[in-house]
């Protein structure tokens, strides 16, 4: 099981006892039975429920540790900030020292954005190994057509994802023919027992040699429709039997 960073189990963990705590505290206020819970959701104001819903923003946010925290994080500690001022200074339940220590504290939680682990995630999002699909071993043949130079090659696909595949040929990287990073292919899959497939992918990487002497490519699948997919997981639960 592919887990996320410890960092966003806190994170979602913690925005979420927020979110929560906005109706309890309400119920704890008033005094109110259980099954009057619902009751409170009318207590809260148009304010309460913009903030609700900004931290909701914020756990799918820390879910894929996305780049949008630079966005989404200032606003979350500029609403709570706010939020928590005029509760202090012109509710009765709670202090303005009570308040001002609560809206520390929900900044320290984000102390979390300057570990080394997640700032490497935010500026690299594709080193985020928990979104990225499951490869596996196999030996499947490809009939290769380049866009570029309408050329058919065969290739053979040493391991494959439902986003992209390594293929390898025994065409050497110096041919003028050779594919390079950007170009945009057809291939023709053998999917086992299951009919040929066809899809387009782009080349993203020269892989360099295996020790049989192939020549490697990273490729990445694209304008992959729905019944491609689902051939493609098909495949894939095919190779677990």
């Known amino acids: 099981m592919r887990r996320l960073p410890i960092e966003s189990y806190v994170m979602m963990f913690f925005l979420l006892a927020i979110v929560l705590s906005f109706p309890l505290q309400i119920v704890y ?5 259980s099954s009057e819970f619902f009751k409170t959701f009318s207590m809260l104001t148009k304010f ?10 914020a756990i799918f946010a820390w879910k894929s540790v996305s780049r949008s ?16 001022y005029f509760v202090g200074t012109v509710g009765y339940d709670y202090s303005f020292t ?23 995630l935010l500026r690299s999002p594709e080193k985020r190994w928990w979104l990225q699909s499951p490869r596996k071993r196999v030996n499947v043949p490809l009939e290769v057509y380049s866009l570029r130079d309408a050329r058919k090659k065969s290739f053979v696909a040493k391991d494959i994802s439902e986003t992209g595949a390594l293929i390898s040929t025994d065409e050497d990287f ?23 497939m066809t899809c ?27 019944i491609k997919t689902r051939n493609m997981k098909k495949f894939f639960k095919h190779l677990d039997v």
Do not use: W
Not at 48 to 57: E, G, P
Not at 98 to 120: D, E, K, Q, Y
Not at 200 to 222: H, L, M, N, P, T
């Open 48 to 57: 309460n429920y913009l903030i609700m819903a900004a931290l909701i923003v």
């Open 29 to 33: 206020i008033y005094g109110f039975e």
């Open 98 to 120: 009570m308040t001002s220590v609560a809206t520390l504290g929900f900044v320290s939680l984000h102390i979390s954005l300057l570990r080394p682990n997640i700032r490497l």
């Open 200 to 226: 387009q992918a782009r080349v993203v990487r020269k892989a360099g040699e295996v020790k049989e002497g192939d020549s490697c490519y990273g490729v990445e699948f694209v304008n992959m429709d729905g």
């Open 174 to 196: 110096s041919d003028e023919n050779s594919l390079v990073e950007g170009d945009m292919l057809d291939l023709r899959i053998s999917l086992g027992q299951l009919r040929n």
């Open 69 to 84: 925290l630079f966005v989404v994080t200032p606003i979350i500690i500029a609403l709570v900030a706010v939020n928590n």
